[in-house]
Antibody, heavy 120, light 108 residues
Framework: EVQLVESGGALEQPGGSLRLSCAAS????????MTWVRQAPGKGLEWVSI????????YYADSVKGRFTISRDDSKNTLYLQMNSLRAEDTATYYC?????????????WGQGTMVTVSS | SYVLTQPPSVAVAPGKTARITCGGN??????VHWYQQRPGQAPLLVIY???DRPSGIPERFSGSNSGTTATLTISRVVAGDEADYYC???????????FGGGTQLTVL
Protein backbone atom coordinates (compact mmCIF):
# COMPACT_ATOMS: atom_id res chain seq x y z
CA GLU A 1 0.00 0.00 0.00
CA VAL A 2 1.27 3.46 -0.94
CA GLN A 3 1.47 5.55 2.20
CA LEU A 4 2.88 8.81 3.53
CA VAL A 5 3.04 9.45 7.27
CA GLU A 6 4.04 12.85 8.61
CA SER A 7 5.42 13.53 12.07
CA GLY A 8 7.16 16.27 14.00
CA GLY A 9 4.38 18.79 14.35
CA ALA A 10 4.24 20.57 17.68
CA LEU A 11 3.63 23.81 19.56
CA GLU A 12 6.65 26.07 19.13
CA GLN A 13 7.43 29.65 20.11
CA PRO A 14 7.95 32.39 17.54
CA GLY A 15 11.56 32.36 16.38
CA GLY A 16 11.94 28.69 17.18
CA SER A 17 12.65 25.69 14.95
CA LEU A 18 10.99 22.42 14.09
CA ARG A 19 11.81 19.54 11.76
CA LEU A 20 8.99 17.70 10.07
CA SER A 21 9.41 14.18 8.70
CA CYS A 22 7.42 12.23 6.14
CA ALA A 23 7.92 8.47 5.98
CA ALA A 24 7.06 6.95 2.61
CA SER A 25 6.24 3.36 1.75
CA UNK A 26 4.81 1.33 -1.10
CA UNK A 27 6.54 3.09 -4.01
CA UNK A 28 10.01 3.81 -5.42
CA UNK A 29 10.61 6.87 -3.26
CA UNK A 30 13.87 7.94 -4.87
CA UNK A 31 12.27 8.24 -8.30
CA UNK A 32 9.71 10.88 -7.48
CA UNK A 33 9.55 14.53 -6.58
CA MET A 34 8.22 15.15 -3.08
CA THR A 35 6.53 18.23 -1.76
CA TRP A 36 5.14 19.99 1.32
CA VAL A 37 1.81 21.80 1.28
CA ARG A 38 0.27 23.58 4.27
CA GLN A 39 -3.18 24.67 5.29
CA ALA A 40 -3.82 27.27 7.96
CA PRO A 41 -6.92 26.68 10.09
CA GLY A 42 -10.02 27.39 8.01
CA LYS A 43 -7.97 28.47 5.00
CA GLY A 44 -7.01 27.08 1.62
CA LEU A 45 -4.03 25.07 0.46
CA GLU A 46 -0.64 26.79 0.24
CA TRP A 47 2.30 25.14 -1.47
CA VAL A 48 5.51 25.33 0.62
CA SER A 49 8.36 23.51 -1.10
CA ILE A 50 9.29 20.74 -3.53
CA UNK A 51 12.39 18.61 -4.10
CA UNK A 52 13.16 16.69 -7.26
CA UNK A 53 13.55 12.92 -7.27
CA UNK A 54 17.30 13.26 -7.63
CA UNK A 55 17.39 15.82 -4.84
CA UNK A 56 19.38 18.29 -6.91
CA UNK A 57 16.57 20.78 -7.38
CA UNK A 58 14.59 22.47 -4.64
CA TYR A 59 12.01 25.24 -4.85
CA TYR A 60 10.29 27.29 -2.17
CA ALA A 61 7.33 29.59 -1.77
CA ASP A 62 8.37 33.18 -1.18
CA SER A 63 6.72 33.06 2.24
CA VAL A 64 9.23 30.49 3.53
CA LYS A 65 12.30 31.12 1.38
CA GLY A 66 15.42 31.51 3.51
CA ARG A 67 13.71 30.04 6.60
CA PHE A 68 12.67 26.53 5.55
CA THR A 69 14.81 23.79 4.00
CA ILE A 70 13.48 20.70 2.26
CA SER A 71 15.59 17.56 2.04
CA ARG A 72 15.27 13.83 1.50
CA ASP A 73 17.02 10.68 2.65
CA ASP A 74 16.37 8.04 0.02
CA SER A 75 18.04 5.36 2.16
CA LYS A 76 15.31 5.92 4.74
CA ASN A 77 12.48 6.73 2.29
CA THR A 78 11.94 9.91 4.26
CA LEU A 79 11.25 13.54 3.36
CA TYR A 80 12.10 16.37 5.73
CA LEU A 81 11.21 20.01 6.24
CA GLN A 82 13.51 22.01 8.51
CA MET A 83 11.61 25.06 9.70
CA ASN A 84 13.59 27.91 11.28
CA SER A 85 12.64 31.40 12.46
CA LEU A 86 9.05 30.31 12.87
CA ARG A 87 6.29 32.91 12.76
CA ALA A 88 2.69 32.90 13.89
CA GLU A 89 1.62 32.79 10.24
CA ASP A 90 3.37 29.43 9.85
CA THR A 91 0.66 27.87 12.00
CA ALA A 92 -0.96 25.22 9.82
CA THR A 93 -1.42 21.57 9.08
CA TYR A 94 1.53 20.47 6.98
CA TYR A 95 0.96 17.78 4.38
CA CYS A 96 3.60 15.91 2.49
CA UNK A 97 2.68 14.67 -0.95
CA UNK A 98 4.17 12.55 -3.69
CA UNK A 99 4.84 14.27 -6.98
CA UNK A 100 5.77 12.71 -10.25
CA UNK A 101 8.84 12.14 -12.33
CA UNK A 102 8.64 15.77 -13.42
CA UNK A 103 8.47 18.82 -11.17
CA UNK A 104 5.15 19.89 -12.73
CA UNK A 105 3.42 16.54 -12.28
CA UNK A 106 0.39 16.47 -9.99
CA UNK A 107 0.51 15.38 -6.35
CA UNK A 108 -1.10 11.97 -6.46
CA UNK A 109 -0.59 10.71 -2.91
CA TRP A 110 -0.99 12.77 0.28
CA GLY A 111 -0.31 12.10 3.92
CA GLN A 112 -2.80 12.90 6.66
CA GLY A 113 -0.84 15.92 7.85
CA THR A 114 0.89 17.10 10.99
CA MET A 115 -0.12 20.22 12.92
CA VAL A 116 2.33 23.03 13.61
CA THR A 117 1.31 25.77 16.02
CA VAL A 118 3.52 28.81 16.49
CA SER A 119 2.54 30.76 19.56
CA SER A 120 4.02 32.18 22.73
CA SER B 1 3.28 35.78 -9.30
CA TYR B 2 0.62 33.78 -11.08
CA VAL B 3 -2.89 34.01 -9.60
CA LEU B 4 -5.71 31.46 -9.88
CA THR B 5 -9.24 32.66 -9.17
CA GLN B 6 -12.03 30.33 -8.06
CA PRO B 7 -15.56 31.14 -6.91
CA PRO B 8 -15.80 30.71 -3.14
CA SER B 9 -18.87 28.53 -3.38
CA VAL B 10 -21.04 26.56 -5.77
CA ALA B 11 -24.34 24.91 -4.90
CA VAL B 12 -26.08 22.21 -6.89
CA ALA B 13 -28.99 19.82 -6.40
CA PRO B 14 -28.39 16.08 -6.34
CA GLY B 15 -28.35 14.55 -9.80
CA LYS B 16 -27.45 17.84 -11.47
CA THR B 17 -24.15 19.01 -12.92
CA ALA B 18 -21.68 21.15 -10.98
CA ARG B 19 -19.12 23.29 -12.79
CA ILE B 20 -16.25 24.81 -10.83
CA THR B 21 -14.13 27.35 -12.65
CA CYS B 22 -10.50 28.36 -12.23
CA GLY B 23 -9.43 31.57 -13.90
CA GLY B 24 -5.89 32.62 -14.73
CA ASN B 25 -3.95 34.59 -17.32
CA UNK B 26 -3.67 32.33 -20.39
CA UNK B 27 -4.36 29.34 -18.18
CA UNK B 28 -5.15 27.37 -21.32
CA UNK B 29 -1.39 27.28 -21.95
CA UNK B 30 -0.82 25.60 -18.55
CA UNK B 31 -1.56 22.15 -17.26
CA VAL B 32 -4.17 22.27 -14.51
CA HIS B 33 -4.65 19.76 -11.72
CA TRP B 34 -7.71 19.52 -9.46
CA TYR B 35 -8.02 18.29 -5.87
CA GLN B 36 -10.99 17.40 -3.69
CA GLN B 37 -10.78 17.91 0.06
CA ARG B 38 -13.56 16.63 2.25
CA PRO B 39 -13.86 18.08 5.79
CA GLY B 40 -11.14 16.80 8.07
CA GLN B 41 -9.40 14.88 5.31
CA ALA B 42 -6.28 15.29 3.21
CA PRO B 43 -6.65 16.48 -0.38
CA LEU B 44 -7.30 13.92 -3.10
CA LEU B 45 -6.26 14.29 -6.73
CA VAL B 46 -9.33 14.06 -8.98
CA ILE B 47 -8.11 15.46 -12.32
CA TYR B 48 -4.56 15.87 -13.62
CA UNK B 49 -3.18 17.44 -16.78
CA UNK B 50 -6.48 19.20 -17.46
CA UNK B 51 -8.56 16.16 -18.37
CA ASP B 52 -7.08 12.93 -16.96
CA ARG B 53 -8.66 10.99 -14.11
CA PRO B 54 -6.59 8.97 -11.63
CA SER B 55 -7.55 5.37 -11.07
CA GLY B 56 -10.55 5.13 -8.76
CA ILE B 57 -12.02 8.54 -9.58
CA PRO B 58 -15.54 8.21 -11.03
CA GLU B 59 -16.14 9.08 -14.67
CA ARG B 60 -18.56 11.72 -13.41
CA PHE B 61 -15.50 13.91 -12.83
CA SER B 62 -14.10 15.63 -15.90
CA GLY B 63 -11.97 18.64 -16.71
CA SER B 64 -11.37 21.13 -19.47
CA ASN B 65 -9.02 24.04 -20.01
CA SER B 66 -9.03 26.77 -22.63
CA GLY B 67 -8.27 30.46 -22.88
CA THR B 68 -8.45 32.04 -19.45
CA THR B 69 -10.60 29.41 -17.69
CA ALA B 70 -10.18 25.82 -16.57
CA THR B 71 -13.31 23.97 -15.46
CA LEU B 72 -13.94 20.96 -13.26
CA THR B 73 -17.27 19.36 -14.11
CA ILE B 74 -19.02 16.92 -11.82
CA SER B 75 -21.99 15.17 -13.42
CA ARG B 76 -24.86 13.53 -11.55
CA VAL B 77 -23.75 15.05 -8.28
CA VAL B 78 -24.22 13.01 -5.10
CA ALA B 79 -24.03 14.01 -1.45
CA GLY B 80 -20.55 12.51 -1.17
CA ASP B 81 -19.21 15.08 -3.64
CA GLU B 82 -19.69 17.82 -1.08
CA ALA B 83 -16.18 19.13 -0.45
CA ASP B 84 -13.72 21.90 -1.18
CA TYR B 85 -12.13 21.79 -4.62
CA TYR B 86 -8.79 23.37 -5.54
CA CYS B 87 -7.16 23.98 -8.91
CA UNK B 88 -3.37 24.03 -9.23
CA UNK B 89 -0.77 24.96 -11.81
CA UNK B 90 3.01 25.05 -12.02
CA UNK B 91 4.20 28.61 -12.53
CA UNK B 92 7.29 28.01 -14.64
CA UNK B 93 8.17 31.72 -14.67
CA UNK B 94 8.65 31.75 -10.90
CA UNK B 95 9.43 28.05 -10.34
CA UNK B 96 6.57 27.66 -7.93
CA UNK B 97 3.29 25.84 -7.51
CA UNK B 98 0.11 27.87 -7.26
CA PHE B 99 -3.24 26.81 -5.81
CA GLY B 100 -6.54 28.53 -6.40
CA GLY B 101 -8.35 29.80 -3.32
CA GLY B 102 -10.71 26.84 -3.33
CA THR B 103 -14.42 26.37 -4.03
CA GLN B 104 -16.81 24.91 -1.50
CA LEU B 105 -19.29 22.64 -3.27
CA THR B 106 -22.61 22.31 -1.48
CA VAL B 107 -25.09 19.63 -2.46
CA LEU B 108 -28.54 21.02 -1.77
Amino acid sequence: EVQLVESGGALEQPGGSLRLSCAASGFAFSSFAMTWVRQAPGKGLEWVSIISGSGDRTYYADSVKGRFTISRDDSKNTLYLQMNSLRAEDTATYYCAKGGLLIDDAFDIWGQGTMVTVSS
Amino acid sequence: SYVLTQPPSVAVAPGKTARITCGGNNIGHNSVHWYQQRPGQAPLLVIYYNTDRPSGIPERFSGSNSGTTATLTISRVVAGDEADYYCQVWDATNDSWVFGGGTQLTVL
